[in-house]
């Protein structure tokens, strides 16, 4: 059974800057594909960022470019997101993905197949 455990989410103002970690237990971890996903009030989940099974690989959306970094951790069965210049916008449960399959840029939300319960970032302006 894979487990996904998110950590890290909090309160922080805007300009801030928070580190989301997710830590899987139950696979072999250097066979997935990693993604960070978030799903704002009232809205849909979204796609913000993926790494591939190496961590050679990123891929973000255009939302977060520039401010967030996704990367992995192979020994430590772990994937980030470090997240700078928050702003109100990004307020969200923000969820990690693995999938065996799925290839960079695996923006598909559908395409992952185990999913972590969320971590609240609230960033007040």
């Known amino acids: 059974q894979v487990q996904l455990v998110e950590s890290g989410g909090g309160l922080v103002q805007a300009g801030g800057s928070l580190r989301l970690s997710c830590a899987v237990s139950?696979?072999?971890?250097?066979?997935?594909?990693m993604g960070w996903f978030r799903r704002a009030p009232g809205k849909e989940r979204e796609f913000v960022a993926a790494?591939?099974?190496?961590?050679?690989?990123?891929y973000y959306a255009d939302s977060v470019k520039g401010r967030f970094t996704i990367s992995r951790d192979n020994a430590e069965n772990t994937v980030y997101l470090q997240m700078n210049s928050l702003k109100p916008e990004d307020t969200a449960v923000y969820y990690c993905?693995?999938?065996?399959?799925?290839?960079?840029?695996?923006?598909?939300?559908?395409?992952?197949?185990?999913w972590g319960q969320g971590t609240q970032v609230t960033v007040s302006s």
């Open positions: 993905a693995a999938d065996r399959k799925i290839r960079i840029p695996a923006m598909t939300t559908y395409a992952y197949e185990y």
């Open positions: 139950g696979g072999t971890f250097s066979s997935y594909t």
């Open positions: 790494i591939s099974r190496s961590g050679g690989t990123t």
